[in-house]
């Protein structure tokens, strides 16, 4: 069964940076694409960046280009959100999502029908 884990959320002031953590179990297929959305309340879910896990390419939402980076540690079955700059309007619930994928073209999309797997959360304040 796999199981997704997030850590590393918290409380940081605008301008600020967070590193979020994903380490994942269970999983007997090394190759999948890892993503990571968020949730503001009375907000739809967005999709903020994704990371096909044979050859690392990463893809990212305009609205965190340049500030988010998403990267893996295969070794650890852990993949990492480090988020610079950050804006109160980052302020949302974080999840780590996962599905198996025989091709990385599946990640370019960063849709969240596409992940079966699922973790917990973990919250993210931006204060101004």
């Known amino acids: 069964q796999v199981q997704l884990v997030e850590s590393g959320g918290g409380s940081v002031q605008a301008g600020g940076s967070l590193r979020l953590s994903c380490a994942a179990s269970?999983?007997?297929?090394?190759?999948?694409?890892v993503g990571w959305f968020r949730q503001a309340p009375g907000k739809e879910r967005e999709g903020v960046a994704t990371?096909?896990?044979?050859?690392?390419?990463?893809y990212y939402a305009d609205s965190v280009k340049g500030r988010f980076t998403i990267s893996q540690d295969s070794a650890k079955n852990t993949v990492y959100l480090q988020m610079n700059s950050l804006k109160p309007e980052d302020t949302a619930m974080y999840y780590c999502?996962?599905?198996?994928?025989?091709?990385?073209?599946?990640?370019?999309?960063?849709?969240?029908?596409?992940?079966?797997?699922w973790g917990q959360g973990t919250q993210v304040t931006v204060s101004s």
């Open positions: 269970g999983y007997t297929s090394r190759s999948r694409c």
């Open positions: 990371i096909y896990t044979v050859g690392g390419s990463t």
């Open positions: 999502a996962a599905f198996s994928s025989l091709s990385g073209t599946y990640c370019i999309t960063i849709s969240a029908a596409r992940f079966g797997y």
